[in-house]
């Protein structure tokens, strides 16, 4: 079982719709959660982390769900320059400085 | 400007050549990594170091080493026992805060 899963889409919305990305994380011990845009041909970049209490950043949502293992992002009013790669990142446990990465999930917002 | 350099941003190579990517920070962080990522796939770690002088082997070191004599400082040689060179190689660094940020990468193609 992959340590970080998640849809690959692609998800193809109109401008203005709302969109929702989960990814499930296999270690129940994992200590922080991230999710990362990647444009294509370019690096990942940091978008937001993601706190136990859920937080939100603009248009931009980020729920944990601990009990069912799964952190979500929600897109609100979505623009054509959200289209890009959105990588889910799970750290799994203390002490180990390694990070899985999910496979991202494609988005392209549609005019 | 804080951030990561990874040089060149594209590579050609021959078959069978070693070459070396270099990847710098004055980001003062002290793990540093390197990923693989090919077409529509997701990020594979080959390397990551936590310290100046120690490094660690990650899911896909076969054909691959690495160096970091200095905090800033940490190059990847692909070499010619890496049976499928062709990729796009990034570099990262992780935050106190377990954030993994990343150079621009190189796009490494060997015919």
């Known amino acids: 079982r992959k340590e970080v899963e998640q849809d690959p889409g692609p998800f193809n919305v109109p401008e203005g719709a709302t969109v929702a990305f989960n990814c499930t994380y296999s270690?129940?011990?994992?200590?922080?959660f991230f999710w990362y845009r990647q444009d294509c041909r370019k690096e990942p970049k940091l978008l937001m982390s993601?706190?136990?209490s859920g937080n939100e950043d603009g248009r931009f949502t980020a729920q944990l769900n601990r009990a069912s293992q799964y952190i979500s992002l929600l897109i609100r009013d979505s623009k054509l320059s959200d289209s890009a790669t959105y990588l889910c990142?799970?750290?799994?446990?203390?002490?180990?400085?390694?990070?899985?990465f999910g496979t991202g999930t494609r988005l392209t917002v549609i005019p | 400007d804080g951030g990561i350099t990874q040089s060149p941003k594209y590579l050609f190579r021959k078959e069978g050549q070693n070459v070396t990517l270099s990847c710098e920070q004055n980001?003062?962080?002290?793990?540093m990594y390197w990923y693989r990522q090919d077409p529509g796939q997701g990020l594979r770690l080959i390397y990551y170091?936590?310290?100046?002088?120690?490094?660690q082997k990650g899911d896909i070191a076969e054909g691959y080493s690495v160096s970091r004599e200095k905090k800033e400082s940490f190059p990847l040689t692909v070499t010619s026992a890496q049976k499928n060179p062709t990729a796009f190689y990034l570099c990262?660094?992780?935050?106190?805060?377990?954030?993994?940020?990343f150079g621009p990468g190189t796009r490494l193609t060997v015919t």
């Open positions: 270690n129940s011990a994992s200590q922080s």
């Open positions: 980001l003062n962080h002290d793990a």
């Open positions: 990262a660094t992780l935050s106190s805060g377990y954030e993994q940020y």
């Open positions: 993601v706190y136990s």
């Open positions: 990142v799970v750290k799994p446990q203390t002490g180990a400085n390694n990070l899985f």
């Open positions: 170091s936590q310290i100046v002088n120690d490094f």
